[in-house]
């Protein structure tokens, strides 16, 4: 069964500070990676999108990483703003023969306190 | 440049009403996606269509839930007498192309409560 797993559940740090979100996925077969923003009441924003072949792909001041072999990514935000306190969701594309099928992690809640 | 409308924002129903949720895809593009949000859930993708066509809709469940993407006009998601467990976010995505790699914008969704 696909699944996609982040972690922490939910986190809080210091207005300027970086962190780190991490989300491990078994979902196969694997076509690409997706990180969305999902500031409450709206929908999700897109911030990167990686496939098999790209280890790191930075928006501004977000930085997502992706290890195909251990089935493993990671989101950092750097210096982070109040404006970044959102979900973050891991979504993991798998495509057999062209029907593309996503599966959404469940979140990271994340809060910038001032 | 209008990204995805959804309307309405939210929709309040007595069990055994209907509910009608619509969506407008950005402009250009011709693939619309819904997704369901439980609270502290994940998405959970319903359907996937294009126009005048359903190409997906293993997310969906058989009995009380449809979906069209008429030729002109939005996509309508349709759920008859609802209950209180189809209370959630509804969500609609659009993309300009069903590739594995194409972004999807999403709505701000349709907030469902069955009373």
């Known amino acids: 069964k696909n699944q996609v797993e982040q972690s922490p559940q939910s986190l809080i740090i210091l207005e300027g500070k970086n962190c780190t979100l991490q989300c491990n996925y078994t979902v196969s077969p694997f076509s690409n990676l997706r990180w969305y923003k999902q500031d409450t009441g709206r929908g999700p924003v897109s911030l990167t999108i990686?496939?098999?072949?790209?280890n790191t792909k930075s928006n501004g001041r977000y930085t997502a990483t992706l290890d195909a072999d251990t089935k493993q990514s990671s989101l950092h935000i750097t210096a982070s703003q109040l404006s970044d306190s959102a979900s973050y969701i891991c979504v993991v594309s798998s495509a057999n023969f062209g029907n593309e099928k996503l599966t959404f992690g469940t979140g990271t809640r994340l809060t910038i306190i001032p | 440049n209008a990204g995805v409308m959804q309307n309405p924002r939210h929709l309040v129903r007595r069990r055994g009403q209907e509910a009608r949720l619509r969506c407008s895809p950005m402009k250009g593009h011709s693939h619309v996606y819904w997704y369901r949000q439980l609270p502290e859930e994940g998405l959970k993708f319903m359907v996937y269509l294009q126009k005048e066509n359903i190409i997906d809709e293993s997310g969906m469940p058989k009995e009380r839930f449809s979906a069209e993407f008429p030729k002109e006009g939005p996509s309508i998601l349709r759920i008859q007498q609802v209950v209180r467990g189809d209370s959630a976010a509804y969500f609609c995505a659009s993309s300009p192309a069903g590739g594995s790699n194409s972004p999807l914008h999403f709505g701000n969704g349709t907030r469902l409560t069955v009373t």
């Open positions: 990686m496939t098999f072949s790209e």
